[in-house]
């Protein structure tokens, strides 16, 4: 079992940056694969970004690409979010999850696939 704690959140303006971190509790850190979801108001939690175990593999929503990147180290049990250039439609609470995965090379887009989650962490962004 692993827990997880997100942390970085705040408020920035349109174009700005902020780098989210998740911080997991546990021995077997890199068993899991890691991802970031959002949900804002009215809407559905949706995929943001993921990563392999080993780092090796990352996943990203269109609309984020080129300006988030997600990274990991095992070393610390944290993954990050860095997210650049950030847009009113970014403004959400960002969650980090945590699945156990026996493939290396594989992290899920799938909220249904992600066992373990944080409480989340606002982020706004004013136009």
């Known amino acids: 079992q692993v827990q997880v704690v997100e942390s970085g959140g705040g408020l920035v303006q349109a174009g700005g940056s902020l780098r989210l971190s998740c911080a997991a509790s546990g021995r077997t850190f890199s068993s899991y694969a890691m991802g970031w979801f959002r949900q804002a108001p009215g809407k559905e939690r949706e995929f943001v970004a993921a990563i392999s175990r080993t780092g090796g593999t990352t996943y990203y929503r269109d609309s984020v690409k080129g300006r988030f990147t997600i990274s990991r180290d095992n070393a610390k049990n944290t993954v990050y979010l860095q997210m650049n250039s950030l847009k009113p439609e970014d403004a959400a609470v960002y969650y980090c999850?945590?699945?156990?995965?026996?493939?290396?090379?594989?992290?899920?887009?799938?909220?249904?696939?992600?066992?373990?989650w944080g409480q989340g962490t606002q982020v706004t962004v004013s136009s």
């Open positions: 999850a945590a699945d156990l995965q026996r493939t290396s090379y594989y992290a899920s887009r799938s909220t249904y696939e992600y066992d373990y």
